[in-house]
């Protein structure tokens, strides 16, 4: 981890002063876990979680906001400020400040969507097919939350059929008993024509 996150320190900014890292892949794949562990070892990195930018309204419908809130204002080197969501009330909670440190972590489904690329300094997919990964995020969130999830399944289906972000992976992560394993992603194999449509590899969901 802590290679990993040497690596991360010595990347060119690539959004103003920041270098913005994606950490994507399906819901219950452990993005949250390793986002959180990464941060450490970057010795307290910022973590903007998409849950916080997401809403039962627009569970992927949160670019606009994304990108007005956060990455804009990070553009110019300025603190961003956004308002988190909260899933239990379905509300907006006060503005919270996400300050344009040198390594700032994104984590969520979606993070690495191509209004995102751009802006990034490195995409990483965390990869575990999305059978486990979504049978994962069941079991984490209870029966209070079945519906959602049905719901949730039929969205991340469209979303990464229309929008994939594995195929733009710089690195892929892997987790086993022993911890965390890094390996190049498809964007160092596949070639610069990312015009072809690809397919989510070990994680389609098609």
């Known amino acids: 981890m802590h290679h990993l996150?040497?690596?991360?320190?010595?990347?060119?900014?690539?959004?103003?002063?920041?270098?913005?890292?994606?950490?994507?892949?399906h819901a219950g794949s452990g993005k949250t876990t390793f986002a959180g562990r990464l941060a450490g070892a970057l010795g307290g990195a910022p973590v903007l979680h998409l849950d916080d930018i997401a809403s039962h309204e627009e569970l992927?419908?949160?670019?606009?906001?994304?990108?007005?809130?956060?990455?804009?204002?990070?553009?110019?080197g300025e603190t961003a400020r956004y308002s988190p969501y909260d899933w239990r009330d379905?509300?907006?909670?006060?503005s919270r400040p996400l300050p344009p440190a040198p390594v700032v972590l994104v984590e969520g489904v979606g993070a690495g969507r191509r209004a995102l690329r751009p802006h990034l300094a490195r995409l990483l997919w965390m990869e575990l097919p999305h059978e486990e990964s979504w049978t994962r995020g069941r079991a984490r969130d209870g029966a209070e939350q079945r519906d959602f999830w049905v719901r949730w399944?039929?969205?991340?289906?469209?979303?990464?059929?229309?929008?994939?972000?594995?195929?733009?992976?710089?690195?892929?992560?892997?987790?086993?008993?022993?911890?965390?394993?890094?390996?190049?992603?498809?964007?160092?194999?596949?070639?610069?024509?990312?015009?072809?449509?690809?397919?989510?590899?070990?994680?389609?969901?098609?």
């Open 153 to 206: 399944v039929e969205e991340e289906r469209e979303h990464f059929a229309e929008d994939p972000s594995r195929p733009y992976a710089d690195l892929l992560v892997t987790q086993s008993q022993q911890g965390y394993e890094v390996l190049p992603g498809p964007v160092k194999t596949i070639g610069p024509d990312h015009g072809v449509t690809h397919r989510d590899g070990p994680s389609a969901v098609c």
């Open 60 to 76: 992927f419908g949160w670019t606009g906001h994304l990108l007005t809130q956060v990455i804009e204002p990070l553009g110019r």
């Open 90 to 94: 379905r509300r907006f909670g006060p």
């Open 5 to 25: 996150a040497s690596a991360l320190r010595n990347l060119p900014p690539s959004c103003g002063p920041v270098r913005l890292v994606a950490v994507d892949g």
